[in-house]
């Protein structure tokens, strides 16, 4: 398992209630000194403590590296860490932050891009528009929210840079995207990107292989696990020390082995980071991450065991 994040610490500078669920964070470095660069669809990690430690798009202007923004949205059915963003990350808390990671990058061809956002899933798309702006090319947002108080940096969006290329939808005034007609017009080689809800998700993919998209051409990012939905138990096998145990439906791998009490290096528990990365010695995994490339997956080499779980009844694995 390996930690490819360097961490810096950092402090909050301000805090900014955008909707009833929504806050952004600011943060700058505590030694002063800029943050890495990064590109339109990166992920930082931010470390409230040693207990809770999510991933975020960044969705700050990638050449002002003198702070880092993000946004979070209260989960209440999550795992604790955006509710203790809200709760307690105010202004001066102290923090970690981690280098930045793009797995939700701009295509570099393509003659149009597509960007479709559902709620909180806007976040990533900030910094790629400035970067497709800047490149020149044919670009478009559609921004899908429940009604406009739920909808994060809607005025920044109409008024913005971006003004022209911005398309909402909102659920409460009945104005829908149409998916199909949107995807079935666009030009040969158009790359197509979404970030939001699973089910608008699986409709975006689903909808451009009907019309023919490449793989290539369908990005995505969602970063909630979705592993134990319709979950089943199964058992794990730890190679090295020749441990049984029983995952529960309810349960993922890691928190089934830390409650053994055995210790396990992991950082945003969410299938991002890569850092809980383990051997499959036997048997195969459903993946649910991100970090792993669809051949990597296929290959069944190794899974995280932060959301991925046993493709059947028992999976051995190399801890
Ligand atoms: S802890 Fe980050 S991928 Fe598992």
Redesign the pocket.
Known sequence: MTNSYQMFPSVVIAVEQLTPLIKRFTFKRQDGEKFPAFTGGSHIIVKMNDQFSNAYSLMSNAADLSTYQVCVRKDEEGRGGSIFMHDHCLENFKLEISSPKNLFELAQTGEKHILIAGGIGITPFLPQMDELAARGVNYELHYAFRSPEHAALLDELQQGVHAEHVHTYVDSTGTYLDLNALISSQPKDTHVYVCGPKPMIDAVIDTCKRHRYRDENIHWEQFASSSLENAESFTVVLAKSNQRIEVMADQTI?QAIESLNIDVE????????????TAIVQGEAEHF?Q?LSDEEKASQQSM????SRAKGKEITLDL
């Open positions: 890691l992991c950082l945003c528990r969410e299938g991002v980071c890569g850092t809980c990365e991450d970090y995280m065991i932060c959301v």
